[in-house]
Each structure stands twice: as structure tokens, then as C-alpha cells.
């Protein structure tokens, strides 16, 4: 019996997959970058061109194929929109000309990710939450290798003009020039701040309605959970009865349930080692209200300082088009919706605020987009990066889930070898 060997299978690369490869890259790419983790630091802003150059090879090799499975017509009012948006910061803030073609890079690249099929955007947002659960797996684990004092020597990292100094173990890092711990660092994997990722795995956790019992998100689940991020937990507390509500479940009892163990879980703790342990020092101390302020503790998301200069600039003219932050006595870690409209104005909170609006018109079903509003405004309040790629990518997801749900198991030929 003759047996002939396709020799040109070993070396001829089918454009279909690669297509679809270069356009995870791309998504992949952009989600990561706003991200900054460090090996994304030597790059900067410019990983905007990184994901363009994936990008256009996926569409220069898509347009050689019989008909293209990947692109259709994007939501032009919100192109035009979020380029209106792009120009008014690139002028506003980018003194420069490379700034500003960095700025309006986002332009094309936004374009790319809007024209995605509804269908192969979906596998590409289940396949960050494959990639993303299966790195932090492994950073992790080498970060409770690192608790029982098994690690590589570390490097030195610093971020920007200083504002953040690690030691870098390569799969994670620490800060070594903040106050995070009492027992432990506070899991902030290869990101800048514990915030930060705890933010990116529970919007990730937000597309994943329904599929919280796969592997890669039950590891998501427990990052967003060691992170010790006060909006981590608030977004995975809202996430979970907005999950259920979405999916028409009762809520009732699964809240008495939660309420239950939440309850055991705060009174376990001022038990335990006489109050003295990570819950107690990481969670419920900075949940006391501050009697000064009559905040609570752990809503540190501005200085003292620079909550005195926003208040002075609100009343002044600058409020309009707004101010650098190098003009503001801004101390450290400051961060949120008022750093935002410092940095924009009330122009660019405006102009920010329609272009959500102009995603959001594609929603047919009231409950997805009631919530995906109630993440996206918890989000603002307490991050203040509505334009992160890491914020759009899954609330673009979401919204495609929800408006093609009916389509989503009839894939395209050709998207389940992404």
C-alpha cells in the first residue's frame, strides 16, 4: 500500500489562519499595551504601531482570499466621533509631532477593531481571556513561590520619570518603594498597580457571562480576588448579580447566600490572630470612614493635594478644555474621574461621553446595556481610563455577544483555527 506525504503542508501556511492569527495579535497587542506591562515599557506609546502592522497584514491577506470572513462595516458615528475625540487630545496635550501621529494612530486602529465580524471578535475576546488566564497561571504561581522564598535574583524597574520603582522576577513584580503589605505584596503580575489588573480581569470576566466555570476564568477569578483591589471587588460584586440578572436567574437567595459567607468570612477575620491578618489589614481598614474626611479609608484615588487644586480648577476657565497634570500639585497615585477631567475638560468628558453613547446605540437587549453602563461608570469613577484598550476591547465584546447571541454558534469558516 502506497502512502504519499503532502510534502507542501510542512512549509505552505493557509491564509485564512494566518489572517485570523494577525488579527488576534493585533487585538491582543493594543488589550496588552494600555495595560503597560514591562516588557511593553522599552515601546511605550508606540505598541499602537505594533498592532497596526499586524493589523493590515490581516487585511492585505484577507483581501486575497475568495470573500472576506473577518471585516464588515463599522459603526461610522462612532469612527467619526472617536476621531473628533483623537484630534481634540492630540492638540490639546501633544506638543510634539510624533505625539501627535501616536494620538492618531488610534484612529485606524479603532476603525480595524469596529469592522471585526461580530462572530470572530467573539473568539478573539475568549481567546485574551485563554491567554491572559493561562500567563497569569503561571505568574502566580511564581509569586507564591516568591511568599515561600523561592525566586530568581530580581532587576531593578522603573517606570516613567520614577512615579513607579520595582523589583522585577520577570513573571511578576514588587514594588519596592510603596507601603502595599502588612504580611504580603499586594498580586499585581507584570502590570503597573494591583488596581490596574484586577480591573482588566474583571471586565474580561464581564464578557464571559455564562462561562465563569471555565479554567482560564476560575484563574481570573482568584487574581481578580489577590490583587486585594477595593474596585476589583466592588466590579466582581456587581459582575455576579448583573450576571445573573442578564441571564434572567433568581437572585434573591443567591444573595442571601453571598451576604451569608461575606458575613463569615469578616467575622472569621476579627477573630483569627486577634484581627492582625491580610483581610483585616488589606480590606476591611480601608473600608473605616475617615473622620476627618468622612471618606473612607481606602478611597485614595487623589491626594489631598490634588483634591484641593481639582476643586480650584472646577471653579476657574480651565475646566473647559482642561490642564496638564505638570501644572497641578498633584502628589502621588493620584487616579479617577477627576484626573480625567483635569487632564480633558469638560470638552473632552463631553465628547468621551457621546462616543460611549454612539457604542452603546447597538444594544437591542435593556439589561446588557444597563449593565455594561454600570461597569463602564464604575470603571470612570474609580480608574479614569475610559479610552484604554483594555476598557473598549470588552465592552465592544459584550456588546456584540449580546446583539448577535442568537449567531454566535454558527462561526465563520475559519474562526475556530484563530
Known amino acids: 500500500m502506497n502512502t504519499k506525504i503532502d510534502i507542501s503542508k510542512l512549509y505552505l501556511i493557509d491564509k485564512q489562519w494566518l489572517a485570523n492569527l494577525c488579527l488576534f495579535l493585533g487585538t491582543f497587542v493594543a488589550y496588552l499595551g494600555s ?6 515599557w522599552v515601546m511605550a506609546e508606540w505598541y499602537i504601531l505594533l498592532s497596526l502592522l499586524f493589523f493590515f497584514a490581516s487585511v492585505l ?4 482570499l475568495p470573500s472576506s470572513t473577518f471585516f464588515d462595516k463599522p459603526n461610522l458615528r462612532a469612527i467619526i466621533l472617536f476621531t473628533i475625540l483623537s484630534v481634540y487630545i492630540s492638540i490639546s496635550f501633544d506638543s510634539n509631532l510624533f505625539g501627535f501621529i501616536n494620538k492618531l494612530a488610534n484612529v485606524p486602529l479603532m476603525y480595524i477593531l469596529m469592522s471585526i465580524k461580530p462572530s470572530v471578535f467573539l473568539r478573539i475576546i475568549d481567546r485574551i481571556c485563554w491567554c491572559m488566564g493561562f500567563f497569569l497561571l503561571f505568574s502566580a504561581i511564581a509569586f507564591l513561590l516568591y511568599l515561600f522564598g523561592i525566586s530568581i535574583p530580581p532587576r531593578p524597574a522603573v517606570f516613567g520619570d520614577g512615579a513607579y520603582s520595582y523589583d522585577n522576577y520577570l513573571l511578576f513584580m514588587v514594588a519596592n518603594d510603596r507601603e502595599f503589605m502588612n504580611f504580603i505584596p499586594r498580586f499585581s503580575s507584570v502590570f503597573l498597580e494591583p488596581g490596574h489588573l484586577g480591573t482588566a480581569t474583571s471586565l474580561l470576566l464581564m464578557t464571559q457571562f455564562g462561562k465563569w466555570k471555565r479554567w482560564y476564568n476560575i484563574v481570573l477569578i482568584i487574581v481578580s480576588a489577590i490583587t486585594f483591589s477595593l474596585a476589583a471587588y466592588a466590579f466582581l460584586v456587581a459582575l455576579i448579580f448583573l450576571n445573573l440578572w442578564v441571564q434572567r436567574k433568581h437572585i434573591v437567595g443567591k444573595a ?19 484581627g492582625d491578618n491580610m483581610i483585616q489589614n488589606l480590606i476591611l481598614l480601608r473600608l473605616e470612614v475617615d473622620d476627618k474626611t468622612g471618606d473612607i479609608v481606602g478611597n485614595n484615588r487623589v491626594s489631598e493635594d490634588f483634591s484641593n487644586t481639582f476643586d480650584k480648577f472646577f471653579h476657574s476657565s480651565d475646566v473647559v478644555f482642561g490642564s496638564s497634570m505638570q501644572n497641578a500639585t498633584a502628589g502621588e497615585g493620584n487616579s479617577g474621574y477627576r484626573v480625567y477631567i483635569y487632564e480633558h475638560g469638560l470638552v473632552g468628558l463631553f465628547l468621551t461621553l457621546i462616543f460611549y453613547l454612539a457604542i452603546f446605540k447597538d444594544f437591542r437587549d435593556w439589561r446588557c446595556l444597563v449593565s455594561v453602563a454600570i461597569i463602564s461608570l464604575m ?3 474609580v480608574r479614569g481610563y475610559p479610552l484604554w484598550y483594555s476598557n473598549l476591547i470588552p465592552v465592544m465584546a459584550l456588546i456584540l455577544d449580546e446583539r448577535f447571541i442568537s449567531n454566535i454558534e454558527n462561526r465563520l469558516p475559519g474562526v475556530e483555527r484563530l
Open 35 to 40: 495595560l503597560h506591562p514591562w516588557f511593553f
Open 256 to 274: 442571601i447566600i453571598v451576604g451569608a459567607l461575606l458575613a463569615g468570612v469578616i467575622g472569621a477575620s476579627f477573630v483569627y490572630n486577634d
Open 61 to 64: 491577506i484577507s483581501n486575497t
Open 379 to 381: 470603571n470612570f469613577w
